[in-house]
């Protein structure tokens, strides 16, 4: 019985550690999400954090009125999230929630290319792999802009211009939020 109730917690805390949030606008990341142990930067001594941001999408059909349907959401993947133990401390969170932030503005431009262009079952085979290609590489090229020109968020002033850039993109957006 033990060893039984033993592999139900080892599964449970796997399956929660494992659990990736998808963005929210009322959610907002705190250290405490970090949990990977491994900074997977290690090359660069200069890094005091990293964020797992990412696009999932779910093509499934809706039977009721036969038509195809997308969810795409912005995730942040605790479990490959990493931070500085001590760098961290009194270091505010606003840069590693700009990035989780550039994927939900993908995530929503996404849904606007899925809206426009996405009809029938041929489109998503012909097209939506193919706006999604496109535009991931759009939003791996953006995080790094973003990282490059806030100086990984120890530029204060070009910090705060990019947030209110992409606060203005997610405005423009809004009617692409799930």
Known sequence: MKKLLTIIFIFQAFVAFSQKIVWSE????NWSHFKSLQNSM??????VSYSSCGLKYTAYKDKTYNRLLIKIDATFDPSKSWKHPSKTKNLKINHEQGHFDIAEL????????FKENVKTEKDYQFKFK???QMLYGEFLDYQDYYDKITKRGTDAAKQNEIEVEIKSQLKKLEAYKN
């Open 130 to 132: 193919l706006i999604y």
């Open 26 to 29: 009322n959610f907002k990341l």
């Open 106 to 113: 993908y995530a929503r431009k996404l849904r606007k290319e």
């Open 42 to 47: 290690k090359a660069d001594t200069t890094v």
